[in-house]
């Protein structure tokens, strides 16, 4: 089943603690990208991947950090949590524009 | 950057039409999506429109574009309990690489029996 797969679903942690949520996809696309939503806010870019070895900053970057060391996985990574992070995230991919976006079914992340 | 405002709450009987309206400023945008977001899921891609469309009909699902007012509905007909979930509009601007999708806050769709 073609899907984006995102772990872990929820997550609780304290403040400055690192952490990765890991993003896979298994449809061979090379745009990635992590949205974060908070209520009232919608969702925001917080950082994209045109391809392996290419990312880029989306609106929302300070704090975050990823990688694309290979085209399935795109993992965000908190150096130092704060609770102004505690958001619900999600990974997201696409093949072409027209298609928009498969994504994943978030992760619920908790700073305390 | 781009603004998308929806209105933030509908609610309908089963079996009526739904309307769900967006309005967004920025003009040059080429794809409109609209997504629909269950509870405790991701998002789901509905349907989109080309910039260049006004009308797009799938299957119950009819989305209108007025590009002149940068006005976007997605009409639902024969409205279900379960088409109950939020639905974003999401305009998109030429693709650049970035392809950020701009979503509004989202309306949250109630049908009740």
């Not at chain 1, 880029?56 to 102004?84: A, H, M, T, W």
């Not at chain 2, 910039?51 to 009819?62: A, F, G, I, V, Y």
């Not at chain 2, 409205?79 to 109950?84: A, L, N, P, V």
Request: contains cysteine; proline residues 4%; charged residues 20%.
């Amino acid at each position: 089943e073609a899907q984006v797969t995102q772990n872990p679903r929820y997550l609780i942690t304290v403040t400055g603690k690192k952490l990765t949520v890991t993003c896979s996809q298994n449809m061979n696309h090379e745009y990635m990208s992590w949205y974060r939503q908070d209520p009232g806010l919608g969702l925001r870019q917080i950082y994209y991947s045109m391809n392996v070895e290419v990312t880029d900053k989306g609106d929302v970057p300070e704090g975050y950090k990823v990688s694309r060391k290979e085209k399935r996985n795109f993992p965000l990574i908190l150096e130092s949590p704060s609770p102004n992070q505690t958001s619900l995230y999600f990974c997201a991919s696409s093949l072409r524009q027209v298609d928009g976006y498969t994504f994943g079914s978030g992760t619920r992340l908790t700073v305390v | 950057g781009e603004d998308v405002e929806q209105s933030l709450f509908l609610s309908v009987r089963e079996g009526d039409s739904s309307v769900i309206n967006c309005t967004y400023t920025d003009s040059s945008s080429t794809y409109l999506y609209w997504y629909k977001q269950e509870p405790g899921a991701g998002l789901q891609l509905l349907t989109y429109i080309f910039s260049n469309m006004d009308m797009k009909q799938d299957q119950r699902l009819t989305v209108l574009l007025n590009k002149k007012d940068k006005h976007l509905s997605l009409r639902i007909a024969d409205t279900q309990t379960g088409d109950s979930a939020i639905y974003f509009c999401a305009p998109v601007a030429p693709d650049t690489g970035r392809r950020a999708l701009t979503f509004g806050s989202g309306t949250r769709l109630q049908v009740q029996p």
